[in-house]
């Protein structure tokens, strides 16, 4: 079976913990390609991907360039057109892929399924829902509007838990910090969340398999846990992903009003329109898929 499937695996300072991650990605019922991506880590993690050998593509960079750039360079390194990004922390039930790719139509930008968490001491596992997918839908496909309205409500849905196209993920990235500043970003919050938010501009509908098949862990260090414990930290997260859900609103402006298409040549033209406006216009443009034509 042709492998349509790569799993990129971004690393930093975590050999104690990305060992589980891609052993859960080998575990897959359906073939895979797996891409660790490994920016800068000061441990060992290099002599541990050693041991993988040819099971993995191992990718590593002496300088550590952020988060965005790791989860970019693991992405165009993939060359199926359908990509799982999977967290050095998190891991992933055997049947993640073979359950979410048949949901992957021409139609559908993103299949996301139910995830549980599992504290990484050993110490607690709640297999609780975390989305309460069961609540509201079953398993198949549905029409943007109704994952729309979640994540506008403050639903963040992990890239962990969800399979993405490409082109998609490569284009949520891409533009590195948010080209709107409504209110500051904050050190990888804000492109994670706007890999789902793309896609309601893109496709028509959105796929859900409600069954957990996405752990995500739980430990000292990770973002989510020092945001729970730090009250500055939480409020610039909190700020990232109001950010990307302002941005978001932004492009469906531009997407469903024509008059502002209809305009937009003659306002970039215009000498006294400041020329970082100028440049976010042409990335709304394009996000929401304008011929390059229409953006000179």
């Known amino acids: 079976m042709d492998q349509k499937v790569t799993i990129v695996i971004p690393t930093f300072n975590r050999a104690h913990y990305v060992t589980k991650t891609i052993d859960s990605a080998l575990a897959q019922t359906y073939p895979c390609s797996i891409i660790v991506c490994d920016h800068g880590s000061k441990d060992n993690t290099p002599e541990v991907m050693k041991t993988y050998g040819d099971k993995i593509k191992y990718i590593r960079r002496e300088r550590d360039f952020g988060p965005h750039f790791c989860w970019l360079e693991g992405i165009l390194h993939a060359d199926t057109e359908y990509v799982h990004l999977h967290y050095d922390d998190d891991l992933m039930r055997p049947t993640f892929i073979e359950k979410t790719l048949p949901l992957m139509k021409d139609d559908v930008g993103v299949v996301f399924t139910e995830a549980s968490v599992l504290d990484l001491k050993g110490t607690l596992f709640a297999d609780k829902d975390i989305y309460k997918l069961k609540h509201r839908f079953k398993t198949g496909v549905y029409d943007n509007s109704l994952l729309e309205k979640m994540l506008l409500e403050g639903c963040m849905i992990s890239p962990a838990a969800c399979l993405y196209r490409k082109k998609d993920v490569v284009d949520a990235i891409y533009p590195?910090?948010?080209?709107?500043?409504?209110?500051?970003?904050?050190?990888?919050?804000?492109?994670?969340?706007?890999?789902?938010?793309?896609?309601l501009l893109r496709y028509k509908n959105f796929g859900v398999v409600v069954e957990s098949l996405c752990i995500l862990g739980s430990h000292d260090g990770s973002i989510t846990m020092d945001a729970c414990k730090d009250r500055e930290k939480k409020i610039r997260l909190e700020k990232g992903y109001e950010a990307v859900r302002s941005y978001y609103r932004l492009l469906r402006i531009f997407q469903k009003n024509k008059r502002l298409h209809n305009n937009v040549k003659g306002i970039i033209k215009c000498e006294r329109f400041h020329k970082r406006l100028e440049r976010r216009i042409k990335i709304i443009l394009k996000a929401i898929g304008l011929r390059k034509k229409e953006v000179k």
């Not at 590195?176 to 896609?199: E, I, K, R, S, W």
Request: charged share 10%; proline share 8%; glycine share 20%.
């Open 176 to 199: 590195g910090d948010l080209p709107v500043n409504f209110g500051g970003n904050y050190h990888g919050a804000g492109p994670d969340h706007f890999m789902t938010l793309q896609t």
